[in-house]
């Protein structure tokens, strides 16, 4: 087994006989002192190093130290050949990082056989740290994989859960684009209210891109209730108003059964909440639990803002588009009653971001403010 090998020792007779005893079967350099040897140490990539301990300037201990500390200090293995033999003095030298100890006058076969054992471990070594390097790049490959593949599985997902809300949507053509925007006006109400509200603290980038995720699906329990009464043209009586309000019963617990199939505190436990409560109002006049104030998840209370905004401002079978500036008159007027009275002063900070997004939607006529509001 080859390798390089480089001596620092400060006697002359002990390098010459280093010389003789190794030139056959390994590539050697030589340094006089400890400066030397650690100046030759990144040009000529030593395996072994034979070090003495008495020399001028920094004695073998120290450059022990120096070696050891150095980049290739963990693969060079380093023998301190010395005629200090004592107990303390070898104790010394493994202390300062040294491999191996050979003493002077030393056994030419000995030291032979001592090099070739350290050569064995320093392959071992690189051959352990080229394994350790591999399985790291295999590791990472491999987190990359799952990464990539993790975020295909939430991607589908979270495509069919929408495309399923659409299916539910679509049995009302005159919602339009009702769940991009309502997804776009709750995260913007979350925005706005984790930036200044008494709500900041609760509401992190998780929760934003939860309802998100979320509040497309706040009417998915409309699939369940009778197209009669779902696109009935005029006012519902009193007990298709009950009927129609299942939906968010529907809506909740096929969410929840969802839910219990994924890990807990996943967007699809938002998801069953504001299903279940985005109809629910301040003041404890809402539905189907007549919850008030902040009983009513805060994610609901978000979603209910957003969703009356669209509503009034898309065209239904019962009703016309109303101007923009009639829901914000409406949901103002409302707050403390059906809205929280903070989501609403977030409303109103963000009202041009809302006519933002509206303005994108298809140009639909509406009808303006003034004549709204002297019905009401």
């Known amino acids: 087994m080859t390798g390089r090998i480089l001596i620092i020792d400060d006697a002359e007779l002990s390098r010459e006989v280093l010389d003789k005893v190794l030139r056959d079967e390994y590539e050697l350099e030589f340094a006089e002192n400890g400066e030397e040897g650690l100046a030759k140490l990144d040009w000529f990539s030593p395996d072994i190093v034979l070090l003495d301990i008495m020399m001028p300037g920094l004695d073998g201990y120290e450059v022990c130290r120096r070696i050891k500390a150095s980049p290739v200090g963990d693969f060079t293995q380093i023998i301190i050949v010395s005629a200090k033999t004592s107990t303390e003095e070898r104790l010394l030298g493994f202390k300062a990082g040294a491999d191996g100890y050979v003493a002077k006058p030393f056994d030419a076969d000995e030291l032979l056989a001592t090099i070739q054992v350290h050569l064995r471990l320093r392959h071992a070594q690189e051959q352990l740290w080229q394994a350790n390097n591999q399985l790291q790049q295999f590791n990472t490959q491999l987190e990359e994989v799952i990464r990539r593949r993790s975020a295909e599985v939430v991607a589908t997902r979270d495509i069919t859960i929408f495309a399923l809300a659409k299916l539910a949507e679509s049995r009302d053509p005159e919602t339009g684009e009702h769940l991009d925007r309502i997804r776009r006006y ?191």
């Open 186 to 376: 709750s995260r913007l109400l979350a925005e706005l209210l984790a930036e200044d509200s008494a709500y900041s603290d609760r509401i992190d980038d998780a929760f934003i891109k939860g309802i998100y995720q979320a509040s497309p699906l706040h009417d998915i329990g409309k699939v369940g209730i009778p197209d009669a009464i779902l696109l009935k043209p005029g006012r519902l009586t009193f007990e298709e108003f009950e009927i129609m309000k299942q939906h968010v019963v529907i809506g909740y617990e096929t969410l929840c059964e969802a839910a219990a199939q994924g890990p807990s505190g996943g967007f699809l436990d938002m998801a069953a909440e504001v299903a279940r409560h985005h109809h629910e109002k301040f003041d404890g006049t809402g539905y189907p639990d007549g919850l008030a104030g902040e009983e009513i998840p805060l994610s609901a209370r978000i979603v209910a803002v957003a969703d009356v905004f669209d509503a009034l401002t898309s065209a239904r079978v019962y009703k016309p588009a109303f101007d923009p500036g009639v829901a914000k008159a409406l949901i103002e007027k409302e707050s403390g009653g059906h809205f929280d009275p903070e989501i609403v002063k977030a409303f109103r900070r963000g009202y041009d971001q809302f006519l933002e997004i509206w303005s994108k939607s298809p140009r639909r006529k509406t009808v303006a403010a003034d004549q709204f509001l002297a019905t009401v």
